[in-house]
């Protein structure tokens, strides 16, 4: 079965057809939000991006302290030991 | 209006250029183009899918998605309808991937006519539907050669760079489709000389 269907149009395209449909104010105006949601989205992206930093950050950070005081508590039994 | 396509000079095409250059900036520099592609860009789309509606939305994305990336525009010597005519083309192509339909040519019987040279006593219907069976026959690639070389007017360059394939490809994609129609129809094609 074939792809595609074709139509035959026995009487030329109307010769003001297109101009039900041709508002470039429109055009403009949807391009207009296009690109405000567009810079809404990598505002968003971008504080997306840098909460995860900050909360690898601070993961990171938790995890040294957490590190820290238990090789400290491990110090502090093997002297108390010795 | 009907939508054939004048051949521009490079002057002309160099000039329109100019013109795109100060779109980037300059939304009523953008309108002169959207007024003068319109009509070709929405009479492309209407071909595509016989709908004057969708031909309509589509062509209004078409010239929004063109705003939107104008920015990203290269110049590459060729009028500025070609880079319309892609993405019209994308757009057509997304529309069918979401509606999941079969893709419709709509051919004016009077393009049909222009497209064979042909003495008018040897012209009769039953030609006119066996050449209709044979387009709905070709694939579909090759049929979109096709319609941009002779229906639209397009020459080799901007079809390659419309269909994003190497102008060698599409002219060997054209000629054996030509080949075909003659061998079939035993008729002599308007582009032979």
């Known amino acids: 079965m074939s792809k595609h269907e074709i139509r035959l149009r026995r009487q030329k395209f109307g010769a003001r057809g297109s101009d039900r449909f041709r508002n470039y104010s429109e055009v403009l105006q949807r391009h207009e939000r296009e690109v405000r949601l567009r810079k809404i989205i990598r505002v968003f992206t971008f504080l997306f991006i840098i909460m995860i930093v900050v909360m690898l950050i601070v993961i990171v950070v938790r995890v040294e302290k957490r590190m820290d005081k238990k090789s400290s508590q491990i110090e502090s039994i093997n002297s108390s030991r010795s | ?193």
């Open chain 2, 1 to 193: 209006m009907s939508a054939s396509t004048e051949s521009m000079t490079e002057e002309e095409i160099l000039k329109e250029n100019e013109l795109v250059e100060r779109s980037r900036n300059d939304s009523r520099a953008f309108g002169e183009l959207y007024e003068k592609y319109f009509d070709r860009i929405y009479y492309f789309l209407l071909r595509q899918t016989d709908d004057e509606e969708i031909a309509g939305d589509l062509c209004s994305q078409t010239f929004v998605n063109a705003l939107n990336s104008l920015s990203r525009y290269a110049f590459r010597g060729l009028p500025f309808s070609a880079w319309l005519y892609k993405i019209a083309s994308n757009e057509v192509n997304k529309h069918y991937r979401k509606s999941k339909g079969k893709k419709i040519f709509s051919i004016e019987e009077i393009k049909v006519r222009e497209l064979v040279d042909r003495s008018d006593e040897d012209w009769d219907e039953e030609i006119i539907q066996r050449l209709l069976t044979y387009l709905k026959d070709l694939p579909t690639d090759m049929l979109q050669v096709l319609e941009l070389r002779f229906f639209e007017d397009k020459d080799f360059k901007e079809i390659a760079f419309i269909l994003d394939m190497t102008e060698s490809g599409a002219k060997m994609r054209t000629y054996r489709a030509l080949d075909k129609l003659r061998k079939n129809f035993s008729i002599k094609m308007k582009y032979d000389e």
